[in-house]
């Protein structure tokens, strides 16, 4: 099987390669941390060995349960927030035909979320939806009791008691939360669902290996197998002790030097739309992970060439800032050339009998040249196709990086204190029992 390649060319010719060649003992010292548990944060690294210890059990495990919810289903909506849903709906978008969710004949049940935003059309929407459909739920938290979900959890949760049932409701709920703690959990004894573990040293964003991410995965069909497969390939790769050959040390190191250079906002840039849920769990595990202490690379995201006639011209003339990182994909699922036209009214016959493909990564090398001589710095990975196996590389390669990179900026990579500052003025607004001093306070700063 090929690998993830990582070139830096692009990038190197922007920084001092005497000083990236420093970065050598550094990056190797922060994996030392990852794998020695003696960094910051060392209690949450779970993930870190997880491609290589998840039990062929519970494997089986959750593909007998997705199977069970597949039978009985037509939807399955998976509650959840952050990481409890980002790196499900990545992989699911990244894996499914763009157009799957209109075809009314379907071998595997539509795979909606929820419980991700405080929309009240939303939920609305949802639930009109769902009125005539045989559905199920994931739901996904550690301590049950996150607005957000536990909103959408409740309206879900009676809307199928009523349809079905409590008994059958029971049938048609799994909850993944803590072993032994929270309100989910006691709900799920209470009522007798079907259960998966959160564990305790995995935080949300770094997730999408354990049953988090594998059971919707697993409902939608897809082999989680060979999702594990790709990741635990980069797990061995990312311990390459050539810093030259070790992808994640490359690109973890890349970004502290372009960041020491005030190029403090990366742009992750894909020309597959097949990649747009990527980029956006990418964002959070960069976002929640890097930025604290006033710190930390700004993460952005970009699909072109669709973007290039919206964000094209600030990334090619805007504040200088900026680097960017293209995920490149060299072979696509389908072929499909350009027809010759006899009367060549758009002019495009120079271009009749080539593959779409071949003008969509000219104009990925276009731009990259476009954007360098913008002075951009450009990092490409490169990844072979879009299969399970390639986007488990994937998935791993940006999570080993990220918690490299933090530890090259000397925070903790594994929390996100500054999360609980809206929902502290929230509940203070709620009037939340428990925040009776804190609602006072905030009345006074708004009245």
Request: glycine share 6%.
């Amino acid at each position: 099987m090929k690998h993830l390649q990582v070139d830096l060319k692009n990038a190197l010719s922007f920084i001092d390669k005497n000083n990236f060649n420093n970065y050598d003992k550094l990056v190797k010292n922060q994996n030392e941390k990852l794998i020695n548990k003696t960094g910051k944060g060392s209690d949450f690294l779970g993930w870190v060995n997880l491609p290589n210890i998840i039990s062929s059990d519970l494997i089986s495990e959750i593909n007998e349960t997705a199977k069970q919810l597949r039978e009985k289903s037509e939807v399955i909506v998976v509650i959840g927030i952050g990481g409890s849903y980002l790196g499900a709906k990545a992989v699911i978008e990244a894996l499914s035909g763009q157009f799957d969710h209109l075809k009314q004949e379907r071998k595997n049940p539509h795979i909606l979320f929820a419980g991700h935003n405080l929309s009240e059309d939303y939920h609305y929407e949802l639930l009109d939806f769902l009125k005539d459909k045989k559905y199920s739920l994931v739901v996904i938290s550690k301590s049950g009791t996150t607005t957000e979900p536990a909103i959408a959890f409740r309206l879900l949760r009676k809307d199928l008691e009523n349809r079905f049932g409590k008994q059958e409701t029971s049938n048609r709920i799994i909850a993944i939360t803590d072993a032994s703690k929270g309100a989910l959990r006691n709900m799920a004894e209470q009522e007798n669902y079907k259960s998966f573990i959160i564990d305790d040293d995995i935080g949300g964003r770094y997730s999408v290996l354990t049953p988090v991410g594998l059971l919707p995965i697993a409902c939608a069909g897809y082999n989680i197998e060979e999702l594990l497969n790709g990741a635990k390939s980069m797990f061995e790769n990312s311990q390459n002790n050539s810093f030259e050959e070790n992808p994640v040390y490359q690109y973890a190191a890349i970004r502290h030097a372009l960041y020491s250079i005030n190029k403090t906002t990366e742009i992750l840039a894909n020309y597959d739309l097949r990649l747009n849920y990527i980029a956006e769990w990418w964002k959070q595990l960069f976002g929640e992970s890097e930025g604290k202490e006033n710190k930390g690379i700004f993460p952005a995201s970009v699909s072109f060439t669709t973007d290039l006639h919206s964000l094209g011209q600030y990334v090619q003339e805007g504040l200088r800032n900026i680097f960017e990182t293209v995920i490149s994909v060299e072979k696509t699922k389908f072929n499909l050339k350009i027809p010759d036209d006899k009367d060549n009214f758009d002019k495009l016959n120079y271009l009749a009998s080539k593959p779409i493909d071949y003008v969509n990564k000219m104009a990925e090398l276009g731009t990259k040249l476009a954007h360098i001589d913008g002075n951009v710095p450009n990092i490409k990975i490169t990844i072979p196709e879009i299969t399970e196996y390639y986007i488990g590389q994937l998935i791993y390669f940006f999570e080993k990086s990220c918690a490299i990179s933090g530890y090259l900026l000397n925070i903790n990579p594994f929390d996100q204190p500054g999360v609980e500052a809206y929902k502290n003025n929230m509940f203070a607004l709620l009037e939340k029992p428990g925040f009776e001093e804190e609602s006072r306070k905030i009345k006074t700063r708004i009245s």
